[in-house]
């Protein structure tokens, strides 16, 4: 289940809760090292669940599109055994061989048709018999023989239908009942209200959830999803903080002995990065990608909303815990809804952020140019190897350059064009840090492109994207450094110095809001023309600022959210400068812009 596992409305708003409803009466030479690196990928096996991001298929997508026949006997209906198998066996025979492993049955595997949930007589949640009539255990050992992994789903929190009163036993108790695992005044939590807190001050708390990862171990699963979690899911505040949760779950699933990857689910807090980072090995950063519409997915609803929300959690990404930006829906064609430039940037900003890649497309339908993105090993590899996760290296303008650099002095640079029409995007060496001559090749189209001097610029579709390996030929960049807080600079408006721990000199510029303005004086340069400036700034928020040289030519350009107050990130904006003497100007304008630690100005063209 999503964000919308109980909702159908449109994702990127808070969901008006229909749950409440629906439960009322009852979810280069590069090419062969990267080729290698892939096969490696797909099919070392390791002790660690989330040594990298996990690979595979979830049913969420499919059971809750309003796409013709897909949901026959009403919203939710796909979701069935002889479906959920049929997957399975599609992604045994079509894309197993690629590294995607783990078969994810979504919300509602223990609710009928019209939503009315089932539990066991210790208030676990049990499987409809219509829906699954063999039961989960039956169906994880289905998928294990198909040499592929179960994954199943919970939401936060004890449903409401399952405390009967309070009278329910819990399994392998003594006396403990479902009274003594919530607060008294049986206050809601999740994203839906769907379920009372639990109250973990009292022992019989942790009892219940040893009781359900038990069972699920029983059965065999390998991964659980749960969903609903706070501070997150569109929530704040003590009533759904489900952290406690989270570590009870993690305590639970190891008394069991049996290794169960454990993602969270949706759109949690970056605040509290570190608890999800201790507890789980995998965490939702966004809304559903899914529509809830006649498709899928759609690019407004809410595909593009991930290049905007994922820079801020890009450092938070690493073995043992990644950034989950959902189901990758690109497969189908049609059914997706979506244009196949829009399908390609979806994949790769998937792929570059280093995202589990699960889909949620029908596996038996995919059409030719859906196989061949879910299944281009050199693009696999950027997410499945060593790599770091690329993050934005110019600003998050419509026209964007992310980037990241690889263990062995590569470079991963993807091109993007979100604007809704053509226009070209050029990545410059500078913006990576060096100079001079690259060799570039095209890991989609999976050709070498020979040698770019200085850049490499692509003309691109409305959406469109370009996904390079850049080899440097040339030699590194050199700049100069302007603190902001120098004493050569001008302050304008509020701004004013503040300590920065993180900042390069322990200080920035801080207060750039509405008429707040920087001008950094005397940058010289040798020669007249456009220089990639680097500009360190914090911002826990994404926010705008013109910059502009000389008080002349203003360019407003959006700096993505660095994740917090206290951490630095960095992007490169072009500026013009004449030979000799300059200013630079960073101006809030009616806005409110980043904090500014330093600028580094390149030393020459």
């Known amino acids: 289940m999503r964000s919308s596992s109980y909702t159908v409305l449109p994702a990127r708003t808070l969901r008006a809760l229909v749950v409440l409803a629906l ?25 660690d669940p989330a040594a990298k991001p996990y690979m595979g298929w979830s049913s969420w997508s499919m059971q809750s599109s309003k796409y013709p026949g897909l949901n026959p006997d009403g919203d939710y209906s796909y979701l069935t055994e002889a479906n959920v198998l049929k997957q399975a066996d599609a992604l045994a025979a079509k894309l197993k061989k690629y590294g995607y492993e783990y078969v994810n049955i979504d919300a509602g595997w223990w609710r009928d048709k019209t939503w009315k949930p089932g539990f066991d007589r210790y208030a676990r949640q049990k499987a409809d018999p219509v829906r699954f009539p063999r039961g989960m255990k039956a169906v994880a050992d289905h998928i294990h023989a198909r040499g592929l992994k179960a994954g199943i789903y919970l939401p936060a929190g004890l449903e409401k239908e399952a405390y009967n009163d309070g009278r329910s036993p819990i399994w392998n108790t003594d006396d403990c009942t479902t009274a003594d695992i919530v607060y008294n005044d049986l206050r809601t939590t999740n994203g839906w209200d769907s379920s009372y807190k639990l109250d973990f001050s009292r022992p019989c708390t942790q009892k219940y959830i040893d009781s359900q990862a038990q069972m699920f171990a029983d059965w065999g699963y390998d991964f659980l999803k749960l969903d609903g979690v706070g501070p997150g899911s569109g929530r704040s505040g003590e009533q759904y903080d489900n952290v406690a949760d989270v570590a009870a779950w993690h305590k639970a699933i190891a008394a069991t002995g049996r290794p169960i990857h454990l993602e969270l689910s949706w759109s949690l807090d ?50 043992g815990g990644w950034n989950d930006l959902d189901s990758l829906d690109v497969g189908n064609g049609e059914m997706d809804g979506l244009t196949k430039a829009e399908r390609q940037s979806y994949a790769t900003l998937w792929a570059i952020a280093k995202s ?38 110019t600003p998050s303008d419509p026209q964007q350059v992310w980037a990241s650099k690889n263990p062995d002095g590569t470079y991963t640079v ?115 023309g456009t220089y990639q400036v680097k500009i360190a700034y914090i911002s826990g928020d994404a926010r705008s600022a013109q910059v502009s040289a000389d008080s002349g ?8 959210s660095t994740g917090d107050w206290g951490t630095v990130a960095t992007v490169s904006v072009p500026v013009t400068l004449k030979a000799g003497s300059n200013t630079i100007t960073i101006d809030s304008g009616n806005g409110y812009a980043p904090d500014i630690d330093r600028i580094d100005v390149p030393k020459t063209l």
């Open 23 to 47: 439960t009322a009466g009852a979810t280069t030479a590069v090419a062969p090292a990267v080729h290698a690196e892939a096969a490696t990928a797909s099919t070392a096996a390791s002790a």
């Open 553 to 560: 030519g203003e360019t407003s350009h959006k700096f993505p």
């Open 414 to 528: 993807a091109l993007f064009n979100l604007a809704d029409k053509p226009a070209s995007v050029t990545a410059d060496w500078a913006a990576l840090g060096f100079t001079g001559k690259a060799a570039v090749r095209d890991l989609w189209n999976r050709e070498n492109l020979g040698t770019h001097r200085n850049k490499v610029t692509e003309a691109l579709p409305a959406h469109g994207s370009r996904l390079f390996t850049v080899d440097p030929k040339g030699g590194a960049l050199t700049t100069t450094a302007y603190e902001a807080e120098r004493s050569a600079n001008t302050l304008a408006g509020n701004a004013s110095v503040a300590d920065c721990p993180a900042c390069s000199d322990g200080k920035k510029i801080g207060n750039l809001y509405q008429g707040g303005k920087l001008t950094f004086n005397d940058i010289v340069v040798a020669e007249t």
């Open 270 to 319: 970056i605040g509290h990065a570190a608890d999800w980072k201790k507890y789980s090995q995998g965490w939702r950063i966004d809304t559903d990608v899914e529509c809830y519409c006649n498709t899928l997915v759609s690019w407004e609803n809410s595909v593009d909303d991930r290049w905007d929300d994922a820079p801020a959690w890009t450092r938070h990404a690493g073995p």
């Open 356 to 393: 589990p890649l699960y889909t949620g497309d029908d596996l038996t339908r995919l059409d030719p140019y859906g196989l061949s993105l879910l299944t281009n090993r050199e693009v696999i590899a950027l997410d499945q190897g060593p790599n770091p996760p690329a993050r934005p290296v």
